[in-house]
């Protein structure tokens, strides 16, 4: 499998001429994200994460594409009909070739005064977690985990770490940031892969890895 990360926190998923995209929200600007995608999995409604006119401009060059999503996100696009289909924590379902397993329901608490917005999380082929906006634990050898959010700190993201304990851990969710805050992250990632003897990095946009 390939994994290509793309803008903020958007992954693009390759196996066997199958591409499943998770994520290419409004701060995806790369073209190239849903080019030829079979299924796009869309973890919550936030801006970052969903861009509703770019979905149905990828559905319109695309027949045959579907969109797997949470209730929250679903309601936005009700005019693909049948081609969005709702999961949500504990369905397994079988896309473009990929198994994805739904985890999680709500986004990270972020307001007092806002309820958290319905959030799932993916896990793919039994290898690769996207949490979407969310601390979701799962055990799994791959994961790509939130690197800043307005509601997250330095010491959520390192518990998240060790409490997964995974193998490999790519750092997304960082378009927040600027070049100083990419040198506090990197740097946190480093020690703590240090730490633990294992793999745990950011990656740029446009960077892939093989699983």
Same mark, same amino acid.
């Given at each position: 499998?390939?994994?290509?990360?793309?803008?903020?926190?958007?992954?693009?998923?390759?196996?066997?001429?199958?591409?499943?995209?998770?994520?290419?929200? +409004?701060?995806? &600007?790369?073209?190239?994200? #849903?080019?030829?995608?079979?299924?796009?999995?869309?973890? *919550?409604? *936030?801006?970052? *994460?969903?861009? &509703?006119?770019? #979905?149905? +401009?990828?559905?319109?060059?695309?027949?045959?594409?579907?969109?797997?999503?949470?209730?929250?996100?679903?309601?936005?696009?009700?005019?693909? /009909?049948?081609?969005?289909?709702?999961?949500?924590?504990?369905?397994?379902?079988?896309?473009?070739?990929?198994?994805?397993?739904?985890?999680?329901?709500?986004?990270?608490?972020? *307001?007092?005064?806002?309820?958290?917005?319905?959030?799932? /999380?993916?896990?793919?082929?039994?290898?690769?977690?996207? &949490?979407?906006?969310? #601390?979701?634990?799962?055990?799994?050898?791959?994961?790509?985990?939130?690197?800043?959010?307005?509601?997250?700190?330095?010491?959520?993201?390192? /518990?998240?770490?060790?409490?997964?304990?995974?193998?490999?851990?790519?750092?997304?969710?960082?378009?927040?940031?600027?070049?100083?805050?990419?040198?506090?992250?990197?740097?946190?990632?480093?020690?703590?892969?240090?730490?633990?003897?294992?793999?745990?990095?950011?990656?740029?946009?446009?960077?892939?890895?093989?699983?």
């Amino acid at each position: 499998m390939r994994l290509t990360k793309f803008g903020h926190a958007c992954t693009r998923l390759e196996k066997d001429g199958h591409a499943l995209v998770i994520d290419p929200g +409004a701060m995806t &600007p790369e073209p190239e994200a #849903l080019a030829d995608a079979d299924a796009v999995l869309i973890t *919550h409604e *936030h801006f970052d *994460h969903f861009e &509703p006119e770019r #979905l149905r +401009a990828a559905a319109g060059r695309n027949p045959e594409l579907t969109v797997h999503t949470c209730p929250g996100v679903a309601r936005h696009l009700t005019d693909l /009909g049948d081609r969005v289909q709702v999961v949500g924590n504990g369905d397994t379902i079988q896309v473009a070739g990929f198994e994805v397993a739904v985890v999680g329901d709500k986004h990270h608490f972020s *307001h007092p005064d806002v309820p958290p917005v319905d959030n799932v /999380g993916f896990l793919v082929d039994g290898e690769v977690f996207h &949490p979407g906006d969310a #601390l979701t634990v799962v055990d799994v050898p791959t994961l790509l985990v939130p690197g800043q959010a307005p509601w997250m700190t330095v010491p959520d993201l390192i /518990g998240y770490l060790r409490e997964i304990a995974p193998r490999r851990a790519f750092a997304i969710h960082d378009g927040l940031i600027n070049d100083w805050g990419i040198q506090v992250l990197e740097s946190v990632l480093e020690s703590e892969a240090r730490r633990g003897g294992n793999e745990i990095r950011r990656l740029k946009p446009g960077q892939s890895v093989e699983l």
